[in-house]
């Protein structure tokens, strides 16, 4: 497995797809330090806010092309061929590069939190806000829940790799799925609590979401940015369901691709 | 024959280019329609939330943006119905956002709007355990706009539970009493927009509450005016002019947002729109 996850890692940082996101994310950052500036009372809080949320598109677009260029791609070109020629099962090959993804992604985590630490630190000199943003402790775990969503997100793209025929698929349904599973929980409390008085509209999307939450995890569980942005620390059961829910997802997303790759023909 | 076929590339980005030219011209001596800078739309909750890629969060900043940038100088009633949807959109994505219930605070009940901002106060105060604000600004809306002294004093208290400050606690409560024993105090409105003026960085949003506060003030003069009037000659005036004539004013006061003041039918002063529209106390 190791041999997997050291050619991920390298062929992270040879393709041109890893400074193309990482330069987007690096522009998200400089946008959520202009958008202090249309605050009238948090320019802190507001910088971290579109930041965090700049954030995690940018992350979630690094590991869905990451997959697609370390799996997808090598399924389409057959060049996975090779790779399996090597003295190692399928099911190492398809670990070794999810370990991969995930520690590309550690890394491109870290390089970006700091730099949105200082653009939030940055932001508004000479006005003191009333209530001052968290960006110890609070701020980091934060960036690990943004971390560990993107890894389930990572695990979907991953599974839909092993089974796509077409190479934009991984590509497309990574990017709705993670668009998907962020916006299920705030959709869900919007059904739940009558739609705004839509009637009809409760009574057709309540069934679709009751089945949907089966196979689709809410990944707003994993969001704990009121922490540093309000110093109201998240309910520790809540976080800890959440992580478990993520886990175990991404746990049955990299089983699936394991018994898909292990059962594909390569002709 | 084969000379033009080298060419054919380059005599098509020619000829295209002339066809450009030729109508950039024209299209810009056309009129555009203008666009309005106030708020006209509001979008499902679902459909911001799946704009904005899923993340509440960001749903709540960019609607958050939008009321910021909108003008509000012209606005019609209307509009301000529509910044207030928006607003409580605000508060549902991301109850906790302070500019949103800080903007709500100094816009929305002086335009009619008092359920809306209650609503994204109520979520301010539950979402904001350590903030004594919002409960303030909610105990401050019953009494002035609500006409609910008793009710507002037990929200007022609340935010003096809230203060860290051991004065400014006190000072709530002494407030909470007064409000129950007085009811409402037009002084206390102009205060208040004083220090929002004071508390935040936009240096033009400060100049809109200095004027709102000094059309209260004019107000308050008024007030004081009408009632001496009423202890000379007996009767409420029909109009400002009498106060005038009585010797009661040297001269009308002048609204700092260009528009005028009036009776009610009670009697009582007011601000009277451009077009003659009776506003109330804005």
């Known amino acids: ?267 | 024959m084969d000379s033009l076929r080298h060419y054919a590339g380059g005599i098509v980005a020619c000829l295209c280019y002339v066809a450009y030219a030729c109508a950039v011209q024209p299209l810009y001596q056309r009129p555009r329609p203008s666009v309005s800078v106030e708020m006209q739309v509001v979008l499902p909750r679902f459909v911001q939330v799946i704009l904005a890629a899923g993340d509440r969060y960001l749903a709540a900043n960019l609607a958050g943006f939008r009321t910021l940038v909108a003008s509000t100088a012209n606005m019609e009633p209307e509009n301000f119905r529509i910044q207030a949807l928006v607003q409580m959109d605000v508060a549902w994505f991301n109850p906790a956002h302070e500019d949103n219930y800080y903007l709500a605070t100094a816009l929305l009940p002086w335009n009619g709007q008092v359920g809306a901002t209650q609503t994204i106060l109520e979520a301010a105060t539950r979402s904001r355990p350590f903030d004594w604000l919002p409960p303030f600004h909610y105990g401050f809306n019953l009494l002035h706009f609500l006409k609910q002294p008793a009710e507002g004093a037990e929200w007022a208290r609340l935010a003096s539970e809230r203060s860290t400050d051991e004065m400014q606690a006190l000072q709530l409560q002494q407030m909470a009493a007064n409000w129950v024993a007085k009811g409402e105090d037009l002084g206390l409105a102009v205060r208040m927009h004083r220090a929002m003026a004071d508390q935040t960085r936009h240096k033009a949003f400060a100049a809109f509450l200095e004027k709102r506060a000094t059309r209260l003030e004019n107000l308050l003069v008024l007030e004081k005016a009408v009632d001496t009037y009423r202890q000379r000659v007996g009767t409420f005036p029909v109009s400002l002019q009498q106060l005038l004539k009585e010797n009661v004013l040297a001269d009308l006061p002048i609204d700092p947002f260009g528009e005028g003041y009036g009776l009610d039918s009670n009697g009582r002063p007011t601000v009277i729109g451009r077009g003659g529209r009776v506003r109330g106390k804005e």
């Open chain 1, 1 to 267: 497995m190791k041999q997997f996850f050291l050619s991920s890692w390298r062929a992270g940082f040879r393709g041109r797809s890893f400074y193309g996101v990482f330069f987007l994310g690096v522009a998200l950052v400089g946008v959520a330090y202009l958008a202090a500036s249309f605050s009238p009372r948090q320019p802190q809080t507001v910088a971290l806010d579109v930041g965090f949320s700049g954030f995690r598109l940018a992350l979630s677009l690094f590991a869905i092309v990451l997959v697609q260029d370390l799996v997808g791609r090598e399924i389409d070109r057959r060049t996975v061929v090779l790779t399996l020629a090597y003295p190692a099962g399928r099911s190492t090959y398809v670990c070794g590069r999810y370990a991969g993804v995930l520690a590309l992604v550690a890394a491109a985590s870290i390089v970006l939190a700091m730099l949105l630490w200082i653009a939030v630190l940055a932001a508004s000199p000479g006005y003191d806000q009333q209530f001052p943003v968290l960006m110890g402790w609070p701020y980091w775990i934060a960036v690990g829940g943004i971390w560990l969503d993107v890894a389930v997100v990572a695990a979907f793209t991953l599974w839909i790799s092993t089974v796509s025929t077409v190479a934009v698929l991984p590509l497309a349904l990574g990017i709705v799925f993670a668009i998907a599973s962020r916006a299920l929980g705030a959709v869900f409390d919007y059904i739940s609590h009558g739609a705004d008085g839509q009637e009809v509209l409760a009574a057709r999307a309540g069934p679709i979401l009751d089945v949907a939450r089966w196979l689709v995890p809410d990944l707003s569980h994993l969001d704990w940015r009121i922490w540093p942005m309000y110093g109201t620390a998240p309910d520790p059961g809540a976080m800890a369901l959440g992580v478990v829910l993520a886990l175990s997802y991404a746990g049955v997303m990299v089983g699936l691709a394991v018994h898909a790759f292990s059962r594909r023909e390569f002709s």
